[in-house]
T-cell receptor, first 110, second 114 residues
Framework: GENVEQHPSTLSVQEGDSAVIKCTYS??????FPWYKQELGKRPQLIID?????GEKKDQRIAVTLNKTAKHFSLHITETQPEDSAVYFCAAVGFQKLVFGTGTRLLVSP | DTAVSQTPKYLVTQMGNDKSIKCEQN?????MYWYKQDSKKFLKIMFSYNNKELIINETVPNRFSPKSPDKAHLNLHINSLELGDSAVYFC?????????????FGEGSWLTVV
C-alpha cells in the first residue's frame, strides 16, 4: 500500500522567512496530493492540493510542487506569519484511502 | 451549518468500559471515515464506508465496531476500552472514496481512558 514520508518533523522560522516541507510517496499510481493544516486543538483543514497532471500550484503565499518521476511533492510558504504556526500534513491517495505523512510542526517566531 | 459533526467532543472513561462516538455529515457525501490521531499527532485511517458499506478496515482491533445506519451517519463503538485507546478520533467525509476529492474532518472527539 501507499507509504508517505514527511520531513522535517519540526521547523522553526522567523516571521517573513520562507518555509518548505517535503514529502515522498511510494505508490506510483497515486494521483492526488492534498496538504492539511492543523492548529492546536482543531481539526485538520485542507489548505491546498495538487493533482498528478499538474507540476505546480499556487494560492497567495502557499505553493505546492509535484515531481511524479521522483515521487515527491513539497509545500512552500512564503512571507511566513505567526498565524502560520501549526502542524502541516501532506497526504497521498492510495487504494481508496488518503494516507497521511507524519506531520511537520511549523513554528513562526515574530 | 456544521458540515461534519461528531459527539461527544470530550470523553473520559475508565478501562474496561464501552463507549460510542457519533458522527453525522450534511454535505451529501457518499463516503465517511474514522481516523485516529495519537499523542504524536500521527493521523491514521481506521475505517471507511461508502454508501453504508465497509470499504476499509485498517487492522483495527475488533473491539472497535463502526456502524453506518445511512450514508450521512457513521458511529464508532468501542468495547472494553484500554489505556492505549486514548487519542483524538476524527470523523470525516468525502465524495467517491476520497480519490481526488477533498476530505472534510469533524472537530474531533478527545477520548481519555483512565
Amino acid at each position: 500500500g501507499e507509504n508517505v514520508e514527511q520531513h522535517p518533523s519540526t521547523l522553526s522560522v522567523q516571521e517573513g522567512d520562507s518555509a518548505v516541507i517535503k514529502c515522498t510517496y511510494s505508490d506510483s499510481a497515486s494521483n492526488y496530493f492534498p496538504w492539511y493544516k492543523q492548529e492546536l486543538g482543531k481539526r485538520p483543514q485542507l489548505i491546498i492540493d495538487i493533482r498528478s497532471n499538474v507540476g505546480e500550484k499556487k494560492d497567495q503565499r502557499i505553493a505546492v510542487t509535484l515531481n511524479k518521476t521522483a515521487k515527491h511533492f513539497s509545500l512552500h510558504i512564503t512571507e511566513t506569519q505567526p498565524e502560520d504556526s501549526a502542524v502541516y500534513f501532506c497526504a497521498a491517495v492510495g487504494f481508496q484511502k488518503l494516507v497521511f505523512g507524519t506531520g511537520t510542526r511549523l513554528l513562526v517566531s515574530p | 451549518d456544521t458540515a461534519v459533526s461528531q459527539t461527544p467532543k470530550y470523553l473520559v472513561t475508565q478501562m474496561g468500559n464501552d463507549k460510542s462516538i457519533k458522527c453525522e455529515q450534511n454535505l451529501g457525501h457518499d463516503t465517511m471515515y474514522w481516523y485516529k490521531q495519537d499523542s504524536k499527532k500521527f493521523l491514521k485511517i481506521m475505517f471507511s464506508y461508502n454508501n453504508k458499506e465497509l470499504i476499509i478496515n485498517e487492522t483495527v482491533p475488533n473491539r472497535f465496531s463502526p456502524k453506518s445506519p445511512d450514508k450521512a451517519h457513521l458511529n464508532l463503538h468501542i468495547n472494553s476500552l484500554e489505556l492505549g485507546d486514548s487519542a483524538v478520533y476524527f470523523c470525516a467525509s468525502s465524495w467517491e472514496g476520497g480519490a481526488g476529492n477533498t476530505i472534510y474532518f469533524g472537530e474531533g472527539s478527545w477520548l481519555t481512558v483512565v
